[in-house]
Nanobody
Framework: QVQLVESGGGLVQAGESLRLSCAAS????????MGWNRQAPGNERELVAS???????TYGDSVEGRFTISRDNSKQTVDLQMNSLQADDTAVYYC?????????WGQGIQVTVSS
């Protein structure tokens, strides 16, 4: 089992930045990929960004160029730097970790961008 705890969400104005952090605990030695998804009201959950142990990254189309994901393999933490935030970025953001063929998810953290 892997447990994930997110931090850093909140309310910001459009154009501002915010940084989300996530810490994994439990069976962290088998984690391969870590990342973030998000879900806005009435929408399906979508990929924001993910990163593998070797540093390969993937970004959702709507955040490419504005968001940056980073990972500390020694601590099994993953951060999401979000710049130039827009109202459409308002959502609950979920941290995830892929280990032993299973995706584990945190409880989610609210990010609200006011226009």
């Amino acid at each position: 089992q892997v447990q994930l705890v997110e931090s850093g969400g909140g309310l910001v104005q459009a154009g501002e930045s915010l940084r989300l952090s996530c810490a994994a605990s439990g069976r962290i030695f088998n984690i391969w990929r870590m990342g973030w998804n998000r879900q806005a009201p009435g929408n399906e959950r979508e990929l924001v960004a993910s990163v593998t142990t070797s540093g390969d990254t993937t970004y959702g189309d709507s955040v490419e160029g504005r968001f940056t994901i980073s990972r500390d393999n020694s601590k099994q933490t993953v951060d999401l730097q979000m710049n130039s935030l827009q109202a459409d970025d308002t959502a609950v953001y979920y941290c995830g970790a892929f280990a032993d063929g299973i995706w584990y998810w945190g409880q989610g953290i609210q990010v609200t961008v006011s226009s």
